[in-house]
Each structure stands twice: as structure tokens, then as C-alpha cells.
Nanobody, 125 residues
């Protein structure tokens, strides 16, 4: 079984930074993509940023230049399956629940998508 655990959400003023962390654990053989989605009240869940195997990065236009996604590339066994979302200049429009998503192959299942429980980010003065 796979678990995605997010952390780092909270209340931040407009213009302020925030960093989200997502750690994947379980009987993981390979991670083929890992990234972040968000869902604001009354809106559909949308892609924010993703790292695809091979290192390609994709961002939604609204966050380009403000957010940076990165993956832990160390051999530290406690952090190697961790992805970060560094959010720079936050805007009220970034307020949403942020969900970690990963496409993972495990010892007992082929590639499939997994979701974290979500972390609330609120941008307000």
C-alpha cells in the first residue's frame, strides 16, 4: 500500500512564501510522476505542477514564475520519495486545498495514481 503525506499548508499574507512537502511511502518500486493539484471552493481540481520521470517539469500558467516544484534526489531513505512545492509570491487566487498526486508502481500493483489527504493553503491579509 502507498501513502502520500502532505505538510506545510497554512495561512499566509499576499506576497508571502510557503513550502509544501509530500512524502510517499510504502512498497514502492518506481515513481513515474509526482506533483500537486489544487481545488478551490466551487471549482474543479486542477493541476498546479508535476515532475515526470526523466525530470521534466510542468506548471499551470497561473503559477509559472512564482512556484517551483522539486524532488529530493538524495539517497537518504527517509526523504528520497519526497516532492516539494515552493510557492513564492502568493496571491489570494492561490487559496485552495492542495493535493499531492503520484503515479507509482508497487510490489503488488501496476502503475496507478495515488492521492494525499490534502492540505489547506489560505492567502489572506
Amino acid at each position: 500500500q502507498v501513502q502520500l503525506v502532505e505538510s506545510g499548508g497554512g495561512l499566509v499574507q499576499p506576497g508571502g512564501p510557503l513550502r509544501l512537502t509530500c512524502a510517499a511511502s510504502g512498497s514502492i518500486i518506481g515513481i513515474y510522476a509526482m506533483g500537486w493539484y489544487r481545488q478551490a471552493p466551487g471549482k474543479q481540481r486542477e493541476l498546479v505542477a508535476v515532475i515526470v520521470s526523466g525530470g521534466r517539469l510542468n506548471y499551470t500558467d497561473y503559477v509559472k514564475g512564482r512556484f517551483t516544484i522539486s524532488k529530493d534526489n538524495t539517497k537518504n531513505t527517509s526523504t528520497k520519495n519526497t516532492v516539494y512545492l515552493q510557492m513564492g509570491i502568493l496571491k489570494p487566487g492561490d487559496t485552495a486545498v492542495y493535493y499531492c498526486n503520484a503515479k507509482i508502481r508497487t510490489l503488488v500493483s501496476d502503475k496507478r495514481h495515488y492521492w494525499g489527504q490534502g492540505t489547506q493553503v489560505t492567502v489572506s491579509s
